[in-house]
C-alpha cells in the first residue's frame, strides 16, 4: 500500500505477491495465500473474521483480521493421512503470533516458542459462538467461528488500506520472526530492530542502507523505498 500497489484478494494473485515475488503482505495476503496453498494440498481449510485488540482495549473493525481453522486427521493433507480428525488454528497474518498451529478445540495453556497461548470461548458469548485468542495471558483477538469467503475481507482491506485511523496507514512496518522463540527483526521507516538470544539491537539506518536492508533482512526486492501515503 505504501508503494501505491493494487491488493488483489484472490488466491492466484496472492501467492504470485508472496512466493513468485517475493513480497510480503498483511493477514488478508499471508493467510489469504497460505490457505490457498493449503487447500491445494487437500487440507479443509475455513477463513475466518476476527476482531484485534486495539491499544486502548477496544475491537477492530469487522472483517479486521483473517485467520485460518484448518483440518487434518483421516486423509486429509499429505502430513496428516493418519489419526483422528484435528482442528488448529493457523495464523501467519498476526504479527508476533504462535509459531506453530494451535489446538483449535483445547481451552488450556498452549506452549509454543513465541509464547503461552490459549482460545477460550467468549465472554458473554454462548458456546458455539465466539472464542478469544490471548497470548501470556493478554487477549490478542475475538474470533468468529462461521466460515466466510476471501471476497468477504475486501472491505476491511479496503478500509486497513485507506483510513487514517488504520494502524497501516499511519506507518511503515515490515516484522519477520527470525530463528525460534521471540527472536525478530522488524523494519520500522529507518528504525532496524533485531532481538534475539543476545539482546535487542536498534539502530536508524541511512536513508541509502534501506533497500538493502528490505532484502538482507526479509528477501523483498525493490526499486523504491516506500513512503507514507496520505490516506
Not at 513468485?20 to 494440498?41: D, I, K, S, V
Not at 486423509?75 to 496428516?80: K, L, S
Not at 499511519?170 to 525478530?184: F, I, K, N, V
Not at 532481538?195 to 525493490?222: C, N
Request: hydrophobic content about 35%.
Amino acid at each position: 500500500m505504501h508503494l501505491g500497489e493494487e491488493i488483489v484478494l484472490e488466491g492466484g494473485a496472492l501467492v504470485e505477491k508472496v512466493v513468485q515475488a517475493g513480497r510480503g503482505g498483511f493477514c488478508y495476503e499471508l493467510n489469504g495465500a497460505f490457505a490457498h496453498l493449503l487447500t491445494a494440498l487437500g487440507y479443509r481449510v475455513s477463513l475466518l473474521a476476527a476482531r484485534m485488540v486495539m491499544p486502548d482495549g477496544s475491537l477492530g473493525i469487522p472483517y479486521d483480521h483473517l485467520a485460518l481453522r484448518v483440518e487434518t486427521g483421516q486423509g486429509q493433507g499429505q502430513g496428516g493421512a493418519a489419526g483422528a480428525p484435528r482442528s488448529w488454528l493457523v495464523d501467519v497474518g498476526a504479527g508476533a503470533h504462535s509459531l506453530y498451529p494451535l489446538d483449535y478445540c483445547e481451552r488450556g495453556e498452549q506452549r509454543d516458542p513465541a509464547g503461552v497461548f490459549r482460545i477460550a470461548e467468549a465472554e458473554g458469548e454462548e458456546e458455539g459462538d465466539d472464542l478469544e485468542v490471548f497470548k501470556d495471558g493478554k487477549l490478542q483477538y475475538r474470533l468468529e467461528q462461521r466460515p466466510r469467503e476471501l471476497a468477504d475481507f475486501v472491505p476491511g482491506c479496503w478500509w486497513h488500506r485507506t483510513s487514517p485511523e488504520s494502524p497501516f496507514t499511519r506507518s511503515l512496518l515490515c516484522s519477520l520472526p527470525a530463528g525460534t522463540g521471540t527472536d525478530r527483526v522488524t523494519l520500522s521507516g529507518r528504525k532496524l530492530v533485531i532481538t534475539d538470544a543476545s539482546g535487542r539491537l536498534e539502530r536508524t539506518l541511512a536513508e541509502d542502507e534501506v533497500l538493502g536492508a528490505y532484502r538482507k533482512y526479509f528477501g523483498i526486492a525493490l526499486d523504491r523505498v516506500p513512503e507514507l501515503r496520505e490516506p
